[in-house]
Each structure stands twice: as structure tokens, then as C-alpha cells.
């Protein structure tokens, strides 16, 4: 794919970083584990080259942008001068906005002092941390590697950094968990007061390696559905509010660059496998290290008509608690969502599972839950 001007502003950057220590059971995300120095280095090189050929093609278009996401992969896996060099690239390539969400994912096992003390040096202030269970055994079960002891040790080190806005990811569903387990799990991630808090059902999807294992059975729909709304109860309890299918947040510390995305924000994606969007077109890189260090990029696009990507903008955006308001909707989409969708919206409202209240259109609680419903009438 040949780059070409962008129709309207981009409004957030995504990095991704594939390098990890090593692959976890149920990661289908693309990575490489256990790389050599060497590949990290030459992996900065071309990423750099790759921001210069954004820039050069006007992606950016000059106008700062609301937010950055660093994600991988384990991108803490980088050494502190790697680190240093990425982060001080972003800030010379890409205009952003003095309020920028600049944010970062974090496995607890890489994370330094040193390398906390450069993440805030060059305005990281939101740190995603990789805990996904606080049980050895379960850790154990999803292939995780390394020692939830090192967790707190991690918030701490960020917080003495001055990076305040920190986040910690838990997955349930796991293999043979309970309840008991899952509320465990809950209350050890809130006891450290972060400001968010990311909750994953368990997907056992093809190519994982727990897929590849068939002697492992997930806790079945209803102690899924228990432990989902268990979430909400006891986060609620610690000050949160469910924003999203699976996340919360304290009043204010709601993820603004998942949020842009959900609502069919644009954004730049850099590195293997980072897609892309523009307002109108989307495209992205190739899932393979080998094939993105190649001096030219085959970038693959995607050319889906108007209205089929109005009705995906849709959904996503019932994805939130707030869902849409008409006149945002429009704006973004160039769409009428009840001229789009009307009938399905009707028939999913008789249903249960979306409401219009406040004035705008969003997911009841059951909507949220068995969101799969609204995509298949949307869609």
C-alpha cells in the first residue's frame, strides 16, 4: 500500500512492540519471544523510519494529537537507553497536545527503577500493568511467567516516578478458578488504590497454545456471568464505575485513547501488526517482524463501504455505557444512526438490550453482557 494524504485529522498514535520474555498460553497477540539485543536495536531503527515516513506523508498533519498508546508484547522489555530512545522519537516526530494520555503497558517482571524514572522523564503518565491473577497456580494455568510478588513492588516504583494513573488488567475464567479465587484476585488488584482496572474473560481462541490444549475446560456461562457482575460490585466498592464491557475507572481516569477508538476516533498505528485509520480508509502492517523490517512496508488495506463501516462504528461505540449521541454519531460516521440501523435498533430495545435515556442511545446492563447479540443484529 502507497501512503496517502489522510482525510481528516489523526487524533491518537499506537506503538506497538513485540518483543517478550516469553509467550503466555493464551496470547494470540503477535509477538517475539526472547529476542537478541540485536533485534531490538534494529527493530528502533526501522521504527523510526517508519515515523519519519508518516510524517512525510502527512499523517500527522500537524495537528497534536490526544493521545499515545505503547503496547506490545512487553514494551518494558526494552532496555532504559531503548526506552529513552523510543520515547524521545515520539516526542520529535509527532506533535501532541500539552494534556496528552501517554500510556504505556508493563509486564511487573521489567520494570525497573531505572526504567520508571525514564518513562517519566519523558511524560509517560499512565501505566498499564500486566497482573492478569495474583495466584501462583492460576498464573500457572495461563502460561504466565514470573512472580506476583513483583506487582506491588512495580506500583510503587511508579509512583515514587510521579506517575500516578496506573492500571491493572486481571483475567477470570480461567481454567478450574473459582469464585473465591476471582474475588481474591479483585480485591488484591484494588488494595494498591489504582485509578483503573481492566477485566478479561478468559477467550480460549485458535492458535493459542491453550487451544492446543484440549484437556482444559473454562468455567462454564453462569459462574462467567457471576464473576463478571462480581467485578462490578467490587469495584464499585473501591470507587469505580464500569465504563466499558470489561473495564472500569475512577470518575475521570477512563482510558481516552480506548475510548477515541471505540468511538471511531482515528489514529496511527507503528510496528508489526499495528493497523491504522483515518476516518475513511483502514490499513495495516504485516503481522511478521521480518516482513515490517523490509525497506518498504506491504501494508494491507481495508475498503469497506460507507455504510458497513457506519454499522461497525456503531457497535463499537455500544461497547461503552454511554454509547452514542445522535449528533456525535453523525459527525464521526456522516450517518443517521436510526436512518442506518433503525429497525435492529427497534427490534434490540424490545429486547432489552439497548435503551435511549439521557438522550442517547446506549447498552442496558444485559447489553453490555451479551453484547454479541447487538453485533450480530448490527452488523
Request: proline share 6%; aromatic share 8%; glycine share 8%.
Amino acid at each position: 500500500m502507497t501512503l496517502h494524504p489522510i482525510k481528516t485529522s489523526i487524533e491518537s498514535l499506537y506503538v506497538h512492540i513485540p518483543f517478550c520474555a516469553s509467550k503466555c498460553s493464551y496470547c494470540v497477540f503477535y509477538s517475539v519471544p526472547a529476542a537478541p539485543d540485536s533485534s531490538r536495536l534494529n527493530f528502533l531503527a526501522r521504527l523510526l523510519l517508519e515515523f519519519d515516513e508518516h510524517a512525510a506523508a502527512g499523517k500527522t498533519d500537524g495537528r497534536p494529537m490526544s493521545s499515545v498508546f505503547i503496547g506490545g508484547g512487553t514494551p518494558t522489555l526494552l532496555a532504559p537507553l531503548e526506552l529513552e530512545a523510543l520515547l524521545r522519537a515520539i516526542r520529535s516526530r509527532f506533535p501532541l497536545r500539552p494534556d496528552v494520555e501517554f500510556s504505556i503497558e508493563c509486564n511487573p517482571e521489567t520494570l525497573t527503577e531505572e526504567k520508571a524514572a525514564v518513562l517519566s522523564a519523558w511524560g509517560v503518565n499512565r501505566v498499564s500493568l500486566g497482573a492478569q491473577s495474583f495466584s501462583s497456580g492460576l498464573r500457572a494455568r495461563l502460561g504466565r511467567s514470573g512472580d506476583p510478588g513483583r506487582i506491588g513492588p512495580a506500583v510503587r516504583m511508579l509512583r515514587r516516578q510521579g506517575i500516578e494513573n496506573i492500571g491493572l488488567d486481571l483475567i477470570y475464567a480461567i481454567p478450574g478458578q473459582c469464585m473465591k479465587e476471582w474475588e481474591a484476585d479483585l480485591k488484591a488488584a484494588l488494595a494498591f488504590g489504582p485509578q483503573h482496572l481492566s477485566t478479561y474473560s478468559l477467550t480460549i481462541e485458535e492458535g493459542s497454545a491453550l487451544a492446543a490444549d484440549g484437556s482444559l475446560q473454562a468455567p462454564d456461562e453462569a459462574l462467567a456471568v457471576e464473576m463478571w457482575e462480581t467485578a462490578e460490585a467490587v469495584a464499585e466498592s473501591a470507587g469505580m464505575r464500569r465504563y466499558e464491557i470489561s473495564n472500569f475507572a475512577v470518575p475521570g481516569f477512563e482510558c481516552r485513547h480506548n475510548l477515541s477508538a471505540w468511538h471511531a476516533g482515528t489514529y496511527l498505528g507503528c510496528g508489526p501488526a499495528a493497523c491504522s485509520f483515518d476516518g475513511v480508509l483502514r490499513w495495516g502492517n504485516p503481522a511478521s517482524l521480518e516482513e515490517w523490517m523490509q525497506p518498504e512496508i506491504r501494508r494491507e488495506e481495508d475498503r469497506i463501504p460507507p455504510e458497513a463501516r457506519a454499522a461497525e462504528s456503531l457497535l463499537f461505540g455500544l461497547r461503552t455505557v454511554d454509547g452514542w449521541e445522535p449528533c456525535e454519531f453523525k459527525e464521526r460516521s456522516g450517518f443517521d444512526f436510526l436512518e442506518l440501523r433503525g429497525p435492529q435498533i427497534r427490534k434490540l430495545e424490545a429486547e432489552g438490550l439497548l435503551e435511549f435515556r439521557d438522550g442517547r442511545l446506549r447498552p442496558t446492563r444485559r447489553g453490555l453482557l451479551f453484547n454479541d447479540a447487538i453485533g450480530r443484529e448490527l452488523l
